[in-house]
């Protein structure tokens, strides 16, 4: 199965609902294409991810290649911000993200909750 992705224009922030299953480099530079793509029409790399119902099934290299792309767009120059509220089945997978994602100076930080994701998205 392969993952689905909607995205809603909310007050300084994009809300963008990932379910399914991510489980290759493909995918993931998929998706991250798709935010960029989505962001640079709206004017807005403030993301709130709801990803509660997404399996991550992707391993280090893989989230190293969307890492990777993410810091040679500069994206964190550019005050891109991404809340994700993760699947808690799932939670080694969008732990080694968020590592790998700060590792490279990217902001990006996961949350069970909804209002505390939005305080820090939107600081």
């Known amino acids: 199965m ?3 992705m909607s995205t809603e224009i909310r007050d300084g922030y994009i809300l963008c609902v990932t379910t399914g299953e991510i489980r290759t480099a493909d995918d993931i530079l998929e998706k991250v294409e ?3 793509r989505t962001g640079e029409r709206e004017g807005v790399f403030r993301f709130l991810m709801e990803e509660r119902r997404l ?3 992707i ?5 190293s ?3 990777n792309l993410l810091e040679r767009e500069g994206i964190q120059t550019i005050g891109g911000r991404m809340a994700t509220l993760y699947n808690p089945d799932y939670p080694d997978a969008f732990r080694l993200q968020e590592t790998m994602y700060m ?6 930080r996961l949350f069970r909750e909804e209002a505390e994701a939005l305080v820090w998205l939107m600081r």
């Open 2 to 4: 392969a993952f689905k």
């Open 34 to 36: 798709v935010l960029r």
């Open 55 to 57: 399996r991550l099934l």
């Open 59 to 63: 391993d280090a290299h893989e989230i």
């Open 65 to 67: 290649i969307a890492a």
């Open 103 to 108: 590792n490279r100076s990217l902001s990006y």
